[in-house]
């Protein structure tokens, strides 16, 4: 009897909440307000909002569709639900995409560390009066042993948690999504009654119609959504393969995606209501637009730097600045324990027994995280690489969807998911991935393009990608077997 045949989450809620968390992480309180800033005209930010919402019905839905279905039907992890249902032939396919995602945690679980940290410094030392402050202390941060240790710190909780399977992460994510969704919607209340935060929520709802007809607003769209969902990442396809037979796919994959939306958008509504309220007394709208469209090193100038300076000029800052860092480490701590268990079920499923396939999990997880934690540099290629590389993911998840749906009733959620599957998710895919590629070639690294050394170009997503393909090809015989 396979893992998930002998496990289940107890309620559909347990599984719900467990699914939120790998969802809402950091890309929906720390990248989502930063890109709609981004993305916004003199006039607003609400065209951005309008196609961001239409692409989570296009890319995001059909996926976490796919994705749930898949794993209630196979109950294995990534690479044994390909070749369950795809055939061995399909196993390097779920390999790569397992491979993605666990390339993701490598560095995730740094900026997780990150989170906690700042948390620590909300907590135990005053707020930085200036902007000089802020960023000296950033700096000092990343100059010293802390990122590496809360790396550490941050892989071994995760790791902790998996070690009993979903019975943890069930627990775990009944204490963790609850809180941390209060404390969102408790930070919203506290924006709302500030001073002057009805003009930044005015400018992220303003809608400049002429933006709808801009090819850049929609892909970035698009890109947030495939972003900050988790669809196409094969862990919604992990913990779907532990939910109860009678759980509704459809139901469970719609409450997933519109309930992690309003996450994010409740943290833009917040944050623009607090950047606007703390800066607009004193600076016109473009200069605070450009404060928040200023990403800094390796993009955490809002989250880091200005963040902890609008809580010091707040009423109460402090209690505030706890909670927003609070929050933010629980969402990024649930989306890195995901990651934790995608990629010990597929040792699981290979044969491993799940003490010693946590354990490594943790140790190449730390050791290969190592890099991303003493340089920035190196977290923000792997950031680059990886998040582009989950358009391919997305791309082979909805491959499997189609095929497995050529079997006639191996789905129950209409044909209508099925043709988004087949058609629009496989072309979204291909556009994005063009997209990024062409900015690499145009405007990260025009003249670096050739450089598998350069962070930005072209031929470091080549050259790492064709390493993944190549390990996935060599190591999924033997990580499929059983399936």
Known sequence: MSEAQGHRFSTRWGLLLSVLGIAVGTGNIWRFPRIAAQNGSDVGAGAFLLAWVVCLLVWSLPLIVAEYALGQ???????????????????????FVGLVSTAIMFYYSVVTGWCAYYLGRALFLPLPQTAHDATAAWEAFQAGAFPLV??????????????????????????LMPTLLLLIFAALLRSLALAGSGRGITYL???DWTQLGTPKVWLEALTQNAWDTGAGWGIILCYAAYMRTHDRVVENAVLTGVLNNLVSLVAAVTIFGTVFSVLGADLHRGEVLEIMRNSGPASTGLTFVWMPLLFAKMAFGRMFAIAFFLGLTFAAFTSLLSMIELATRVLVDAGVDRTRAVGWVFLVGFGLGVPSAVDLDVLSNQDFVWGVGLMLSGLFVALLAAKA??????????????????????????????????????EYAPTTWWNPLDAFSVMTCIVQWSVAILVSFAIAGRLSRGA
């Open 73 to 95: 039907i196979a109950r294995r992890g990534v690479v044994g639900a390909f070749a369950r249902l795809g055939g061995v032939r399909w196993a390097w396919m779920g390999a």
């Open 150 to 175: 809360f790396h550490g710190l941050m892989m071994g909780i995760g790791a902790l948690s998996v070690r009993r399977g979903v019975a943890g992460i069930e627990r775990l994510s009944r204490v």
């Open 205 to 207: 709802f303003a809608i």
């Open 405 to 442: 749906g050529s079997h006639g009733d191996a789905w129950r959620f209409g044909q209508g998911w099925l043709w988004l599957l087949r058609f629009a998710v496989p072309v979204l895919a291909i556009v994005l991935l063009a997209w990024w590629l062409y900015l690499s070639a145009t």
